[in-house]
């Protein structure tokens, strides 16, 4: 017969010093289980989706607003208790989560209702008025503006350019990164000594299908803040530091992305307004002002009077990365090209949301 497992609480926690005997349960401050949820994994499954639970969808919507808006209805996400901060619009977050709730816990409807409202879609821009009445914006009085995750950052990229493989499912690979990266923390034995790089579509997934090493996470995620991995983090930290547009600039991922994204534009019209107005519209879903297109053009004049002086470091440029190069477009205004489609991925208003 199955016996019901059992625990002592334990005096000053010393295993051999065992005082009452405890059962499972669940928090006495929050609804109880009902007699219905057997004590294990299944019961406690089912009590923290029960409609009478309070916290399990009010903290997941607050998360998915923090995702779209850069901070929650409640600013500590990590911590819903008396220590933390009071909800900015508490008959929004209670609203959104019976929503939720009553939706079948649809993630996507969800999000898409969010993104879809008229307070997500304000424009980022603000006003002095507007800074002075709401400095940090709680009161959502634009748009939200944060720089993007890691993985947003390089999955944007590959996006732009059209590298992106989209497929869902399926193992972790190993795109780019520097040589021997795991050499130093890994031991003799171990099956991930060696850091072999892909190649093939797998370079180009999506960041979340990156394989990950907790004791040597991938540089250029770990340059964004991404966390090790190594403990749970509610909150990542966003930062701003000239080792990100290090990144940005001199990644292979992120060079072979703009090179991609030139090529693509110089095949689809070979004129230069043309070209640039192609990039612009798949980096900042907008056509280039009359002063940022002069600034880009004469960018652009000044590599290709470089490039034709130097055709090796055109030549070079244009080999980075696995993705095949068109040879029959012009190498310095291809580079050029390139150049300039680099720029423009990090301008801010590509690498933020």
């Not at 004791?215 to 930290?237: G, H, K, L, Q």
């Not at 992305?257 to 107005?277: F, G, H, I, P, Y």
């Amino acid at each position: 017969t199955e016996t019901q497992p059992v625990a002592h609480v334990l005096y000053r926690g010393q295993y051999d010093q065992m005082r009452d005997e405890v059962h499972p349960n669940t928090p006495s401050v929050l609804p109880p289980m009902t007699r219905a949820m057997p004590r294990n994994r299944l019961g406690l499954a089912k009590w923290i989706v029960d409609p009478s639970n309070p916290l399990t969808a009010r903290v997941t919507v607050n998360r998915f607003w923090e995702e779209i808006f850069g901070t929650g209805i409640v600013r500590t996400a990590e911590d819903f208790g008396s220590q933390g901060e009071a909800p900015s619009h508490p008959e929004l977050l209670d609203w959104l989560a019976v929503d939720f709730r009553d939706s079948g816990w649809n993630v996507k409807r969800t999000f898409k209702m969010i993104v879809m409202s008229a307070t997500y879609r304000q424009s980022a821009a603000t006003t002095a008025q507007k800074t002075a009445a709401d400095p940090q914006n709680r009161l959502l009085a634009h748009g939200p503006r944060f720089r993007m995750d890691a993985e947003m950052v390089r999955d944007y990229a590959l996006s732009a350019s059209g590298l992106l493989r989209p497929t869902i499912g399926g193992r972790s690979v190993k795109p780019y990164q520097p040589s021997h990266i795991w050499d130093t923390v890994a031991m003799e034995q171990s099956n991930t000594r060696v850091y072999q790089q892909e190649t093939g579509d797998n370079l180009y997934r999506r960041s979340l299908y990156t394989f990950w090493k907790r004791s040597a996470p991938p540089p250029s995620m770990d340059i964004f803040n991404a966390p090790s991995r190594e403990y749970c983090t509610v909150r990542r930290e966003l930062t701003d530091t000239p080792l990100q547009a290090l990144v940005t600039m001199n990644d292979v991922q992120f060079v072979e992305a703009a090179r991609v994204l030139a090529q693509n534009a110089m095949t689809s019209d070979k004129r230069l307004d043309r070209e640039l107005r192609y990039m612009s519209m798949r980096l900042l879903a907008r056509p280039l002002e009359k002063n940022e297109s002069d600034v880009l053009t004469r960018s652009y004049q000044d590599f290709v009077a470089y490039y034709m002086g130097a055709p090796q470091d055109a030549s070079k440029l244009l080999k980075v990365g696995e993705a095949h190069a068109d040879q029959r477009l012009s190498a310095p205004k291809f580079a050029a090209l390139t150049m300039v489609a680099n720029e423009m991925l990090n301008l801010d208003e590509t690498l933020e949301k």
